[in-house]
Structures are given as C-alpha cells and as structure tokens.
C-alpha cells in the first residue's frame, strides 16, 4: 500500500467557514479564523474570504444553513475557488452532503476541516522515519470513518491541499486493509518508542529542560540561540514536528535542552494519541520553559491551551519558567499613545516588569529569541535551577 505522506505544494485558492455560537462569540471566531487563515497559508493556499454565520448549533447536514450554503456556493463558482475548509471537525455525513452540493458538473471543489488541513501540514513536514510514522497513523484514523466519502472520489483528485493520500490504484482499498496498516503502524510506533526510551535512559542524571509552546512562538529559534545549533525556524505554524535534542553548557553546568513541536487549539485527538511519544520528552523533564508570543493578541489563550494540554500529560506540578518572548514587537498601544516615541528596549523591559503578567507566577521572564533581548538573565536563570 502505498503511504499517505506527499509533500508536493501546488498553490491552491480557499475559502474559510465558521459559525457564531453561544460559546463562541464572534471575536474568538474572527480569531479562530486568523488561526485558520495561518494554517492554510503554511499549506501553501491562498484565503479569499471568509464566510460566518450565527446558529445555536452547526447544521447536522451542511454545518451552516441552507441559505448560507448556497452564499458560498455562488462565490466559490464564480471565483473558481479550490476549496473550502471548515474551522470545525465536520462528520462523515456532512462531507459528503458538502460534496454533492459543491461538485456540480465540471467543477471540482474539495471539502476540508481543520483536522484534514491540520494532518495535511504535519504530513508535509514529517521529516524523520519517526515522525512520519506518527503522522501516517493520524491520517488513516482520520480516514478510516470518511472511507465512502474519499474512495469515491480519489480518482477525481489531483492531489494538493487536504488529499495528500492514495491515489486511483488504493481506490480498491477497503476498511479492513486501513485497519490492518493502522495496527501495524502502531507497532512500528510501539518499537520505535521504546528505542526511544532508551536513548533517554542512557543520557544518564544529566538535568533535561524542554521549551514548550504554542506553535510559532519561537521555540526553534530560542533552541538556535541557546545551543548554537541550526534547527529549522519560520515564521509558519509547525515548522518543526521532531523533537530536537542538544547538549548545552552555561557556566560549566550541562543539561540537554529539547525542542518539542508546537500546541494548537483544536488539535485532532489521532495526532495527539500519535505525538505521545513527543510528549514524553516533556514528561521526562526536569524543568520546562514554557515560551509565549507576547506580540499575539491572544497570547492568554495560548498559554491556557498549552497548560491544559501539560494537565492532561500530567506534567502540570513540574518546574516551570514563563518566558514572554518577542518582546521586541510589543507595543502596549494604550501608553504608547500619549508618547511621541515609542518606548526605549530599557523602559520597554521596565514597562513589562511593573504589568500583570510578570505576577502572572513565580518565574517569570521577558526575552527576544530573533534579537537577543536578555538572554543572559535567561541563562543564569537557567544555570540557577539545573544547579540545584
């Protein structure tokens, strides 16, 4: 059977969904959505517009209502739109209802949620036999149940976006076959965690600090900085998916600094059951440096997110450091206001010290990674936690 994984980038054009619900106003959507619009830029698609409605629920059939639909329908044929992508999981059902009313005569429009966008990105970043391993198991538990909807029409396909997957000669590829190759993926995973396992044993008492994250908040280039190394860093949302791990001396004190893939909201459970392994750098660690954006408007709810996801791996009691970052491309507008130049890097640092987020816990830290904006407070913080 031939693997999921592609990494072939045609440029594509999209339009995002989203609906307004008691849960979700319409600001944290507007967010949810730049999140989105983010994600589909990193897959390499161009966001055309957005299209949101206000609805207790989403619709059992088509998500949003009729009328909406046929809203969405209209611009995506006469703008010639390659796909619409749905901010939220959409039910077998409602992919293939979406289908049928997108697909008429020539035309050819794909249906994708954030999970398919999501599995799409990582699937084009797996780097490493491990962590394709990790993310061709995400994708056939995300395939599994859409089975009727996607064979029928992978002959159609022509690859891109959301269809990184088997092409016309796995159109005979039946459920039994994909839960065959997910437990054999499975135990390929099983095998490779438990080499895993045992690299971490032989790295012997040395302590272990590991940056968490949001994704893109500049972990990869804080690990550059600190280590003198060359991960891979961009400005795009999963630059990385494998954990990196190098040896670090400060001030004659060594420790091994781990860098782990970014958290998102809403990440699909298959890719967090398949990331396990990941995460067991984090649990094994003795200290983690938990990074913030502190430029990204809704840093709070990243910060949220990740410390529910650090609950749920129970590593929520270990040692941590909150280091704000990007503090270079912070502007607290409404003091800056009355100024007639912005703040100086010393009252910017004075600035963030007096601010709630300082208080926010016990240690607390404001850096620039690209810029090297008091590292060496970072370090000796560092230096004074692995030497105890």
């Known amino acids: 059977m031939a693997k999921l994984i592609s990494t072939s980038k045609p440029q594509e054009t999209c339009v995002l969904v989203g609906i307004i619900t008691q849960s979700q106003n319409r600001a944290l959507l507007e967010e949810y959505l730049d999140e989105l619009a983010f994600l589909a830029e990193t897959a390499h698609a161009h966001t055309l517009e957005r299209f949101t409605q206000s609805m207790p629920h989403p619709d059992s059939r088509t998500f949003v209502g009729s009328g909406k639909i046929e809203e969405i329908k209209t611009y995506v044929h006469e703008n010639d739109v390659d796909m619409v992508i749905f901010d939220d999981e959409l039910a077998p059902s409602q992919l293939r209802n979406l289908e049928q009313i997108f697909n008429i005569e020539d035309k050819k429009v794909k249906i994708l949620d954030r999970n398919n966008l999501i599995l799409d990105i990582f699937a084009s970043r797996a780097r490493t036999a491990h962590a394709k391993v990790q993310v061709e198991l995400a994708q056939y538990q995300y395939l599994l149940p859409r089975l009727t909807r996607m064979w029928s029409h992978l002959e159609r396909q022509k690859g891109g976006i959301g269809m990184r997957g088997p092409g016309e000669q796995e159109i005979e590829t039946d459920r039994?076959?994909?839960?065959?190759?997910?437990?054999?993926?499975?135990?390929?995973?099983?095998?490779?965690?438990?080499?895993?396992?045992?690299?971490?044993?032989?790295?012997?008492?040395?302590?272990?600090?590991?940056?968490?994250?949001?994704?893109?908040?500049g972990k990869s280039t804080l690990m550059n900085v600190l280590s003198k190394s060359d991960v891979f860093a961009e400005n795009k949302l999963f630059a990385t998916l494998d954990t990196t791990v190098r040896k670090i001396v400060l001030e004659n004190h060594p420790f091994l600094l781990t860098d782990t893939v970014g958290f998102i909201r809403k990440l699909p459970h298959d890719l967090?059951?398949?990331?396990?392994?990941?995460?067991?750098?984090?649990?094994?660690?003795?200290?983690?440096?938990?990074?913030?954006?502190?430029?990204?408007?809704?840093?709070?709810?990243h910060i949220r997110v990740v410390n529910d996801t650090l609950k749920d791996i129970q590593c929520g009691d270990k040692k941590m450091l909150l280091l704000f970052n990007?503090?270079?491309?912070?502007?607290?507008e409404h003091d800056e206001a009355s100024l007639e130049e912005p703040m100086s890097k010393e009252e910017t640092m004075a600035y963030l010290k007096k601010t709630w987020m300082a208080k926010m816990q016990s240690d607390v830290l404001f850096i620039s990674a690209q810029n090297k904006i008091n590292l060496e407070e970072l370090r000796t913080w560092i230096v004074d936690h692995i030497s105890v």
């Open 176 to 217: 039994r076959i994909v839960r065959d190759r997910i437990s054999f993926l499975k135990k390929e995973l099983e095998v490779i965690d438990r080499q895993k396992k045992t690299q971490r044993s032989n790295r012997g008492n040395i302590p272990r600090v590991a940056l968490v994250g949001y994704t893109n908040v």
């Open 272 to 301: 967090i059951e398949s990331f396990k392994s990941t995460l067991d750098e984090v649990r094994e660690s003795d200290i983690l440096i938990h990074v913030v954006d502190l430029s990204h408007q809704q840093f709070e709810d």
């Open 326 to 332: 990007k503090i270079d491309a912070f502007h607290p």
